[in-house]
């Protein structure tokens, strides 16, 4: 009896996966750990076969091994297209609340090169440290939207910004720019932070904002979504925009199943949930995922060729 009651839970979890079933807050928590949940499927099958309960390990260990043949890719790099064109090296750093060490996010950036950072639950205090650990001689540029809690957000920049709305209201600010790269077509960058989605109220609200975000669009500059999805490529919601034209930096790089949530814990089970998702029309080079003290989150930084 126990082993079909979880031949049943790992069951209905992979169905909701294969399906495209993000459901209500339980079911999209359940599908953030699908990773886990392979696992664990690999193992309950190869239980159930071993005590000869062929029809529960049959049907368990096929999931498991659809689950695996889904997640796979991520773990191995894609090839990568001949790109001619600027290197540019982009940041995303959830700031949980303004509490990240300042400090460990300037020296990130100056250390990394890095070109254009989105920063995520940026506060006033969060701009003052940032400021004094040398920000803005690092990044001169800025698009800040600053609260107090989690709600703020903003751009710097080692090039110049023109503010675009790329998208509706949310319930975080979430602004974009254009980047104008010097002597050659810039960027869009937007910043990207939706509501979580585990929620009592459910998921709908960060669906609908998911489904807000800018698509890739051929005829306007490049486009990078940056920062805390607070879903995973499991999510129909996020996996959506990798079909509108976007590729995930971690997964083209084989670090696809590298967690950014939560940071220096085993509970709850961390999770990939911070992307960079690059317009497809710019060769990825390399992706990095950082530590940063003071932060629930850890930073991701990709680099990747902006064609001419």
Known sequence: MLLVMLALAFTAVAVARLLEIDGNRHVVAAV????????AGLVLGSLALLLHRWAVGTVVTVLAVVLVAALAPRAFPDSRPVGVGASIRVMSANLYAGQADAGAVVAAVRDRRVDVLSLQELTPEAVTALDRAGLARELPYRLFQAEPGASGSGIASRHPLQERTLSPPAGFRQPAAFVDLPGQQGIEVQVVHARPPVVPEGPERWQR?????????????????????????????????????YADAAASVGAGLKPTWPSGTFWPP???????????????????????????????????????
Request: aromatic letters at 4%; glycine letters at 6%; proline letters at 10%.
């Open 32 to 39: 953030a750990l699908t990773p886990y949940v392979t696992a």
């Open 209 to 245: 904002e998911l489904a807000g975000l800018p698509e890739r669009v051929l005829d306007r500059p490049p486009r990078v979504l940056a920062g805390d999805f607070n879903g995973t490529l499991d999510h129909v919601a996020v996996r959506r925009l990798l079909v509108s034209g």
């Open 270 to 308: 961390p999770v990939t949930i911070d992307h960079l998702l690059v317009d497809r029309r710019c060769p990825l080079d390399s992706y990095e995922v950082i530590d940063i003290p003071g932060s629930d989150h850890r930073a991701v930084l990709a680099q990747f060729v902006v064609p001419e």
